[in-house]
């Protein structure tokens, strides 16, 4: 089946005709508002206002090819090649996690601790120095970055083509990270100089057990990079383990770390850090009331 004219009022008909039976109603308006927000910069209130409008053939296509891969499972953000996360903008693609609320929660957490310490215990005359581990598309040093300018903020991952693209939204969103490629888990010692510590360092690592793939989504399973998102059964909590070895060592005294979990193994991960010297380790509900932050301090 093809768009039956160029009017805009036929392709709001078509995209619900094509989609209704696999998204629900609200989501597909909502992917409808996104396309035509991206496509022909038209505003979800205007686009029963300019229903007898018409559009280009190249612009016509573009609404082709998103109902296509929406009805391939491609998430809508992948498809316009963008994210919202915090009231900002991001670049993603298939190299790196499309940005989550979840993670949203856990950098309005750090803020607020931030902020309700006026600033910081630990503040210099230089700043904090924040770690963001496994950083993807950069969105958690990027808003934090915004949020508390006077920081000096570090970001990791693994993956070059992420960080690539985690540069290219930090130029996007004006603000200067330094990011480095790095594997956690390698025993090769942290490029940056030794006498560097950190204030804060944060994670957003692998969690999901392979066992848990059968639960989750198709357009998740089929798009999102697997790198990011799984961690072997046997043995769950590695990132964390790993990530509190290396903050023993890079974190100032009283230095604070910051995890996103598996709701899972909140009480596992709190132990383990409890065993290695972190104090004040809690676990934050997110709003859905599930385990989903850790925090705690040397």
């Known amino acids: 089946m093809r768009i039956a004219s160029n009017k805009i009022a036929d392709i709001v008909r078509f995209f619900r005709d094509e989609l209704k039976d696999l998204y629900d109603?609200?989501?597909?308006?909502?992917?409808?508002?996104?396309?035509?927000?991206?496509?022909?910069?038209?505003?979800?209130?205007?686009?029963?206002?300019?229903?007898?409008?018409?559009?280009?053939?190249?612009?016509?296509?573009?609404f082709n090819f998103a109902i296509k891969d929406l009805k391939k499972n491609k998430p809508i953000q992948y498809i316009l090649g963008k994210a919202d996360f915090y009231g900002l903008k991001f670049i993603v693609n298939e190299n790196v996690l499309i940005p989550r609320q979840e993670t949203e929660e856990l950098v309005q957490l750090i803020i607020n601790d931030f902020n309700?310490?006026?600033?910081?215990?630990?503040?210099?005359?230089?700043?904090?120095?924040?770690?963001?581990?496994?950083?993807?598309?950069?969105?958690?040093?990027?808003?934090?970055?915004?949020?508390?300018?006077?920081?000096t903020i570090y970001a990791i991952d693994i993956s070059e083509k992420a960080l690539e693209l985690a540069q290219q939204n930090a130029i996007a969103n004006g603000v200067d990270i330094e990011f480095?490629?790095?594997?956690?888990?390698?025993?090769?010692?942290?490029?940056?100089?030794?006498?560097?510590?950190?204030?804060?360092?944060?994670?957003?690592?692998?969690?999901?057990?392979?066992?848990?793939?059968?639960?989750?989504?198709?357009?998740?399973?089929?798009?999102?990079?697997?790198?990011?998102?799984?961690?072997?059964?046997?043995?769950?909590?590695?990132?964390?383990?790993?990530?509190?070895?290396?903050?023993?060592?890079?974190?100032?005294?009283?230095?604070?770390?910051?995890?996103?979990?598996?709701?899972?193994?909140?009480?596992?991960?709190?132990?383990?850090l409890e065993n290695k010297g972190f104090q004040n380790v809690q676990i934050v509900k997110d709003i859905n009331n599930k385990n989903r932050i850790l925090r705690g301090n040397l």
Do not use: W
Not at 31 to 45: A, H, M, P, Q, V
Not at 132 to 140: E, K, L, P, Y
Not at 223 to 246: G, M, Q, R
């Open 116 to 151: 309700l310490n006026n600033g910081s215990p630990l503040l210099r005359s230089g700043g904090e120095a924040i770690l963001d581990v496994g950083t993807g598309s950069g969105c958690i040093p990027v808003v934090l970055k915004k949020k508390i300018p006077a920081a």
């Open 180 to 272: 480095i490629q790095h594997d956690i888990l390698s025993e090769k010692q942290f490029v940056l100089s030794p006498e560097i510590k950190f204030d804060i360092i944060v994670s957003n690592p692998p969690y999901i057990r392979e066992i848990e793939k059968v639960q989750m989504h198709k357009n998740v399973l089929d798009y999102e990079p697997h790198l990011a998102l799984f961690v072997s059964d046997t043995n769950p909590i590695l990132f964390y383990n790993a990530i509190a070895d290396f903050a023993i060592k890079q974190l100032n005294p009283n230095g604070k770390i910051y995890f996103e979990i598996n709701e899972n193994f909140g009480f596992e991960i709190k132990l383990m």
């Open 25 to 62: 109603k609200d989501e597909l308006e909502t992917f409808i508002e996104y396309c035509f927000e991206e496509f022909l910069n038209i505003k979800r209130n205007d686009i029963f206002l300019k229903s007898a409008d018409t559009v280009s053939e190249s612009e016509l296509l573009k």
